[in-house]
Nanobody, 115 residues
């Protein structure tokens, strides 16, 4: 079993920045891929960014140029640096990890962008 714990969410003004973290209970080097998704009220969960082992990061169009995904395997932690935040970025953000045929999810962290 894999546990993923997100942190770093909160309330931020438009134009501000946040860095989300996702700590894994086992070395992130073992995962086939990891990613960040978000879900706003009334909407489906959608991809923000993902990274596959040995591959380049993949970003949703809404994230390109503002959001960066990174992974620190030594700390078994996945990050999401979000800059120039907009009210439409408001959502619960979830990280996931792929290990073989299994996909694991964290509990989510709330990001609210509002003045």
């Amino acid at each position: 079993q894999v546990q993923l714990v997100e942190s770093g969410g909160g309330l931020v003004q438009p134009g501000g920045s946040l860095r989300l973290s996702c700590a894994a209970s086992r070395t992130s080097r073992s995962f086939d891929g990891m990613g960040w998704y978000r879900q706003a009220p009334g909407n489906k969960r959608e991809l923000v960014a993902s990274i596959i082992s040995g591959g380049s990061p993949n970003y949703a169009d809404s994230a390109k140029g503002r959001i960066t995904i990174s992974r620190d395997n030594a700390k078994s932690t996945l990050y999401l640096q979000m800059n120039t935040l907009k009210p439409e970025d408001t959502a619960v953000y979830y990280c996931n990890a792929i290990l073989g045929r299994n996909i694991y999810w964290g509990q989510g962290t709330q990001v609210t962008v509002s003045s």
